[in-house]
């Protein structure tokens, strides 16, 4: 089963790489001169981030080893309760990074045992964004940046249970990352 | 604080946990930095053309052409468009603002502005090969639709409030 799994793994990949090589293509013919500007665009976002990249990944493998599975099944479990759904909206609304930066760190809390809705609750609250409250309301005016704020907040918990509801409940694969 | 910055203040937290974890167990962070590196690994040539694919949209949607298609038009049609183009869009929230400010500037309708932030924020449609092949399909499709509505909604009840 490991090694079909990592088959299809590896043909993904390549999908979604294949994918964007032709979606390049296209935009080659379209405009050679903006094809470029994109991918200089991606390699600089890229390069920004690469410290955090690393960082975050460092984490992951901190949190393997040390954080106990009983511990994230009792806090961020279903036995957490409402106050694990707090956490997931401190944590969400202190989380700074690209969300994509962040999945393959929440997805290991998730092999630790924590519950969907923690998971989506981070990501809704990730949205919140307090450090950016003042550029923000410089922006677009303090009351609706407040607002905004307040309606994400409001809506986090919500939303998670929402797409907790939607998800099987089976007991899942307690693998490591490897996929 | 540029996310260089950012990144820089992480690694020197996460460094400092690796020292106390070298203190307390060198195996331990033996084993941590080698399970972070294959997990990087696994997911570094994913992570390359999510990177080159947000490069692609940056320019061919750029922040004029969100502007035209927002800026008129039947308002609730536009609180659709606001959320659809949020979602496509795919960048810094720093780079939504400036954005949603001069369609404000403009006269568009406030819910709109704020389903577009919303979903800008937290709905991603170019990331959602990249979350499903983390997370799974089923929850990246239903984790994305559902903040999609709540999008939406938060933007009418925000224009309700304002």
Known sequence: MNWAKNFLGCLFRQYIILFVGFLYLGAWYVSPQKALEAIRYGANLFASVTILIMAVFALIGLIQVWVNRDLIGSLLGKEGGFKGLLIAVVCGSILIGPSYVIFPLLMSLRHLGARWAVIAIVLAAWAIKPQMLPIEAEFLGFPFALVRGGLTILLAIPLGLAVEWFMPDEKQPLDTLEK | ?162
Do not use: C
């Not at chain 2, 369609?103 to 449609?125: E, M, R, Y």
């Open chain 2, 1 to 162: 604080m540029t996310i260089v910055h950012t990144g820089l203040i992480y690694l020197l937290l996460v460094g400092l946990a690796y020292l106390w974890t070298l203190s307390r167990d060198k195996q331990k962070a033996q084993v941590a930095i080698k399970s972070g590196a294959r997990a990087l690994l696994n997911i570094l040539p994913l992570l390359l053309a999510i990177f080159a694919l947000v490069g692609l949209f940056q320019e061919f949607l750029p922040p004029e052409l969100i502007e035209s298609v927002l800026g008129k038009g039947n308002r609730l049609l536009s609180l659709l468009m606001g959320g659809l183009l949020g979602a496509i869009a795919i960048g810094p929230p720093l780079a939504a603002y400036p954005i949603a400010g001069s369609l404000l500037a403009n006269g568009a309708w406030p819910p709109t502005v704020a389903a577009f932030i919303l979903a800008w924020i937290s709905v991603g449609i170019v990331t959602l090969p990249f979350e499903a092949t983390i997370f799974s399909w089923r929850f990246a499709l239903v984790r994305n639709g559902l903040t999609f509505i709540a999008a939406l909604f938060s933007g009418l009840l925000l224009g309700g409030l304002l």
